[in-house]
């Protein structure tokens, strides 16, 4: 039996693993506007975090924080184009979705732009798990998003759960009054996700799966 009616999925770094391409049209980004880019290893921090909040920390030592909204923009054109395709899914999410639909209903909120997301797990042959994407361009906060999205599918907030790797995750599912559940095999820290309110952390896909259908 299913613990929470909906859940809410974050994509990258919970459902997929989007970090070459990320890093890629990052520094590709960068070197458009004339910008040294830090070394691949230096920006796995960026995957997660909202796009401007990316490109104004990245341009800021350089004096050119005015350049984000460009700098977003070349990003997400060539991320479409080319970067989507890099994801793969995470090993052990497919089963654990598989597992899931039967009882929950399943979301996914992303700071993609909903077209790009959907496109992300059409390659990733996950799509067809999830009920409705809700995707802003990478550029807004995550807590509003998941308010909309609960708004429009009309989820109420004490039967459904909010799962990421990422403090912006939890800290939207907390204002929600979700439950946040956090996961490590991502690109957040377990320090991150506890400092962030996670009541529960996973470490894979199995474990969430025995929590979430209560095993």
Request: net charge negative.
């Given at each position: 039996?299913?613990?929470?009616?909906?859940?809410?999925?974050?994509?990258?770094?919970?459902?997929?693993?989007?970090?070459?391409?990320?890093?890629?049209?990052?520094?590709?980004?960068?070197?458009?506007?004339?910008?040294?880019?830090?070394?691949?290893?230096?920006?796995?921090?960026?995957?997660?975090?909202?796009?401007?909040?990316?490109?104004?920390?990245?341009?800021?030592?350089?004096?050119?924080?005015?350049?984000?909204?460009?700098?977003?923009?070349?990003?997400?054109?060539?991320?479409?184009?080319?970067?989507?395709?890099?994801?793969?899914?995470?090993?052990?999410?497919?089963?654990?979705?598989?597992?899931?639909?039967?009882?929950?209903?399943?979301?996914?909120?992303?700071?993609?732009?909903?077209?790009?997301?959907?496109?992300?797990?059409?390659?990733?042959?996950?799509g067809r798990y999830f009920a409705a994407v809700?995707?802003?361009?990478?550029?807004?906060?995550?807590?509003?998003?998941?308010?909309?999205?609960?708004?429009?599918?009309?989820?109420?907030?004490?039967?459904?759960?909010?799962?990421?790797?990422?403090?912006?995750?939890?800290?939207?599912?907390?204002?929600?009054?979700?439950?946040?559940?956090?996961?490590?095999?991502?690109?957040?820290?377990?320090?991150?996700?506890?400092?962030?309110?996670?009541?529960?952390?996973?470490?894979?896909?199995?474990?969430?799966?025995?929590?979430?259908?209560?095993?």
């Amino acid at each position: 039996m299913a613990k929470f009616k909906d859940i809410l999925f974050d994509l990258d770094g919970t459902l997929t693993d989007p970090g070459a391409g990320i890093v890629k049209t990052i520094r590709y980004a960068l070197d458009e506007l004339g910008v040294e880019p830090p070394a691949g290893d230096d920006l796995r921090w960026a995957v997660g975090p909202p796009l401007r909040e990316i490109f104004v920390r990245l341009l800021v030592p350089h004096g050119k924080a005015d350049l984000a909204d460009r700098a977003a923009a070349i990003y997400l054109a060539s991320y479409a184009a080319s970067g989507a395709a890099e994801s793969a899914p995470y090993r052990g999410v497919e089963r654990m979705l598989r597992e899931l639909r039967g009882d929950s209903r399943l979301y996914v909120v992303t700071f993609k732009n909903t077209a790009t997301a959907e496109r992300v797990l059409a390659l990733c042959a996950i799509g067809r798990y999830f009920a409705a994407v809700a995707g802003n361009a990478r550029l807004a906060d995550k807590n509003d998003m998941v308010r909309e999205l609960m708004e429009r599918e009309r989820i109420e907030a004490g039967s459904a759960a909010i799962v990421g790797d990422r403090e912006h995750d939890i800290a939207a599912g907390g204002k929600n009054g979700l439950f946040p559940i956090g996961v490590t095999w991502g690109y957040g820290s377990r320090a991150e996700l506890e400092a962030a309110g996670a009541e529960r952390i996973c470490s894979t896909p199995a474990e969430l799966a025995d929590f979430l259908m209560e095993r």
